[in-house]
Every structure is written in C-alpha cells, then in structure tokens.
C-alpha cells in the first residue's frame, strides 16, 4: 500500500527559504499515470494547492505562489521536495504531500508537517 | 483563475439526518469535481471523485453529483463519524482549487 510522509524544516525564518520532502513508500514515484501534489492548510483555515510535478518530471504551480515554488522529483530516493523561497508568517501551514491520479483528485495523502515562519 | 464557493459554511444536525452540501464553480468544470472530509489534525480523506464516483471503501450513504458549475454532495443517513469539516476540489488546465469548507457539527 503507497504511503507519503513529509519531513523537514519545521521553523524557518522570515525571507528565507522553505524546504521540505515527501519520501514515497510502497510503489514507485516514477509510476505512469500520476502526479505528485504539495497542498498546505494555515491554521484553522481550508487548503490550498501548491504544484505538482509528473512522472515525467514536468511541473505546474499555482499561480499565485509561481515564483516563489519550485517542485522536483529524486527517483533514486523515490520521493519529491518542495522549496518556497522568501518566505513570510503567510506561508505558515500544515504541508500536505499527496498522489493525484487520472481522475483528478488527491487519493493518498502524507500526515502532514507544520512549518512556522517565525524569526 | 476558477474560485470555489461551498455552501452553506457550517450546519448542525443530528445523527439520522440528511445532509446535502453545495459547491459551485465560477466557471465551468464539466464533471472535474471531487470532495474531501477532513477531522481535526489529520490530512483529508477523498469521498467522491469525478462529480459522483464513490471512492473505494467509503460508505455508500455518501453521494454527489452535478456538472458544469453547480455540485452537490449528500450524506443520507449522518453517522457519529460524520462529524467533520468537508471541501470540494476543481481540477482544470493543470491546477487545483478547494472550497473553502462546510463544517458539520452535531446538533
């Protein structure tokens, strides 16, 4: 059974630059068919997507945080990282990784990791 | 951008009821539409995808359905379990939007 679980950072300083990864478990990450989504949730608010990056390494972003994103994927570690540069207390959240498949939904997703931006 | 509305934000009710959440796009998705419940502290959990296809292993008193821009999403018979916040998700030209929530409390 495919699990995700997130790991890193979980305090960053203003302006500096988020940086976190999903360590995929139980099938490969270079599977056809699916992409590899980062969503987060600020406290006691909804969810938003972040980007996601295909099997075959392409990747998209949310508009709104486009330049400040970048998704990439380490086949030999069979799993995908997010970094989010500049970063300010906005960007505090659970960060959410999670499988999107063919039918355009997230079916499995990692626990979760709670960054703060705080100096 | 497409934006989400979910309606309404919150309703209490009691275990037995029926209860039906909306969602609408601001623009049309087709049939691109999936929902999500979701309990304090854990990550969401995929109810429904494709307007109406019941994911595998939820129970079936859960329902959707709609196309275009309007979605509804039923829960015939609310169990204890129910008790949770629920969003909906878009899916169009390489991006993702959710709704901002319905939070079904108990009554």
């Known amino acids: 059974q495919l699990q995700l679980q997130e790991s890193g950072s979980g305090l960053v300083k203003p302006s500096q630059t988020l940086s976190l990864t999903c360590a995929v478990s139980g099938g490969s990450i270079s599977s056809g068919g699916y992409s590899w989504s980062w969503i987060r949730q600020p406290p006691g608010k909804g969810l938003e997507w972040i980007g996601y990056?295909?099997?075959?390494?392409?990747?998209y972003y949310n508009p709104s945080l486009k330049s400040r994103v970048t998704i990439s994927v380490d086949r030999s570690k069979n799993q995908f990282s997010l970094k989010l540069s500049s970063v300010t207390a906005a960007d505090t959240a659970v960060y959410y990784c999670?499988?999107?498949?063919?039918?355009?939904?997230?079916?499995?997703w990692g626990q979760g990791t709670m960054v703060t931006v705080s100096s | 951008d497409i934006q989400m509305t979910q309606s309404p934000s919150s309703v209490s009710a009691s275990v037995g009821d029926r209860v039906t959440i909306t969602c609408r796009a601001s623009?049309?998705?087709?049939?691109?539409l999936a929902w999500y419940q979701q309990k304090p502290g854990k990550a969401p959990k995929l109810l429904i995808y494709?307007?109406?296809s019941l994911q595998s292993g939820v129970p079936s008193r859960f329902s959707g359905s709609g196309s275009g821009t309007d979605f509804t999403l039923t829960i015939s018979s609310l169990q204890p379990e129910d008790f949770a916040t629920y969003y909906c998700q878009q899916a169009n030209s390489f991006s993702f939007t959710f709704g901002p929530g319905t939070k079904v409390d108990i009554k």
């Open positions: 623009q049309g998705i087709s049939s691109w």
């Open positions: 494709a307007a109406s």
């Open positions: 999670a499988r999107e498949t063919r039918i355009f939904a997230f079916d499995i």
């Open positions: 990056i295909y099997h075959s390494g392409s990747t």
